[in-house]
């Protein structure tokens, strides 16, 4: 009797602690949920905010407003085109510099380096990752921005430039095609969507290197020595071994660092030059979304305040079709490697 | 406790007027807030500072963009805005608002080209449209060589420097331009923004003279002290009258007092083009915007006794900094327009 008492007693208390045990997992759970929601909801409120605050953008303009490249302020009449072709333009170039630098970066500190050199580049890498971008900006106009006038562009507008300064169009410029109205500028200085997008590429090389370092470093030791015993080069080692069992990170990494690009604001704005002209030379000064809020949102009301919301908007766009390409991308390899 | 607290804050209410009798304040300073146009920022906190010292009460000034401040004082938020672009008279009725300038500033075009230093360029206002508009494109068209005789003009190209963010140095500016040339007003147009035709922008007076700085054969305009601080050289201006005139002190001053204020409702008079034989052409001002009737009127009070005493007071500190403090004139039709419409 006492026993069975005993066990009744001992199987009611189990009972009880599982059922506060399910009421604090209910709890967790909610409260995990909240915080996943928090999220979401912020980006919904951001997103309806400032497709709110676009409204009459949208609705004066219509579609016209993606395909069209007028910025007059005093008729109030916009158009979105320069400032996304802006943005998307610098984003690409900083990809194209960065991406190859980076996986340099990561490749040398995971394989090549000595070991007592890696914790200082590598803490190099995470100081450059730190620095506010106004001072990037700082130094794009008062240092690069002149180099790149004095050294860089002017090769650039000679050798492959519809352009040149003495008249004589280069072999590159007259057989390749689009290539001369690339790099063909009227224009004797620094900012450009070129200048730009060096900038940028300075600015995500952090990002895009220190994940890949990171991934680079999870690859098993016993993948890459097996590699090696069977005679590969480093190089095949990466290529064939490392880079195929990290691909989803480094595809992953890269797009932080993209997403870093198309919505960076001060340095952007202090080289890109600011012109509300459409261009095809990436020599020429042209305008991002996010550098032309910036420029104009203190003075701007009425239309062209709705026009400045819409443009945030618009960036929220570009990010999802962006991060889109890459899930499609991701799912295209996956695909691949099933196969 | 509650005696306690309440002793604390005798010590405490003590503490403050012992300080206040310490530093020599009265102990009843009102703190009057403002904001908008940053072109009138340096002045202002300069005349703040100095009659915060004499009676006490300070200026809060937020330099935030003339939009921005004229959206503030609209809001009630602010005891009064400051604006480079004077509000529109029907803005002025709806919100029972009044305004009035407080001081006078220059915008001067600066040039970037190897050999020619300042004032030694003239330029008469169709000229300088016709180069923003990208129609002159070369520094030795015969349109600016007609006018320098006897100056080595380089066959270089002309490189524009424009305002990127929106500006009340660019509206002066624009507005000029509208005023000289057909072409520019009816192409153009004016505002604190505009669709550039040609050039590049840069972001604030620093930005434009960084711009111009680097750019051989650019031309920008910036506020006079902006030149005269970061050694650009500037063009002299052929003025309304036909006159060839140097960007001045003077120059401003006679700008100021021979612009049109008479016939003018609150003060709604843009004076660049101004007549006077000695007038700079782009001079601006800036007007305060208040409530007629005040929504705090304590504040309000205070803020009318700052600025009775920076125009009165106010002149060497304006040319401390390379503004121009209002011809007497023009201070007395301000003293009038207070006594009539602003009830305090």
Redesign the interface.
Known sequence: MQANVGAVASTLAQEARAHRDARHDRLFSWVLKGCALLVLACLLGAAGATLWGGRHAFGTFGWHFLVSD??????DTYGALVPVYGTIATSLIALLIAVPVSFGIALYLSEVAPPWLRTPVASAIELLAGIPSIIYGMWG??IF??FF?DHIKPWLTNYLGNKPDDGKLSWVAQHVPFVGKLFGS??????SVLTAGMVLAVMIIPFISSVMREVFQTVPSRLKESAYALGSSTWEVVWDIVLPYTRSAVIGGIFLGLGRALGETMAV??VL????TLSASILD?GASIA?TI???F????GL?KSTLMALAFLLFVVTFIVLLIARWMLRQLAHKEGR | MLTSTKYLSRIGTTAVFAAASLFGMSAHATDITGAGSSFVYPVLSKWSANYAEKTGNKLNYQSVGSGAGVAQIKEGTIDFGATDAPVKAEDLAQYGLGQFPVVVGGIVPVVNIPGITAGQIKLDGATLADIFLGKITMWNDPKIAAMNAGVNLPAKKITVVHRSDGSGTSFNFTNYLSKVSPDWASKVKFGTAVEWPTGVGGKGNEGVSQYVKQINGSIGYVEYAYAVKNKISWVNLKNAAGQVVAPSAEAFAAAAATADWGSAKDFNVIMTNASGAQAWPITATTWVVMYKKPKNAEHTKVAFEFFKWALENGQKDAASLDYVALPDSLVKKIAAYWSTEYKH
């Not at chain 1, 030059?273 to 509300?276: D, S």
């Open positions: 007028t910025w007059d302020p005093s008729s106009l008062f921005a002149p006038a009227d224009y004797p200085f620094g900012a704005t202090f030059g600011n012109a509300m000064p550098s910036a420029n104009q203190s003075e701007a009301a062209q």
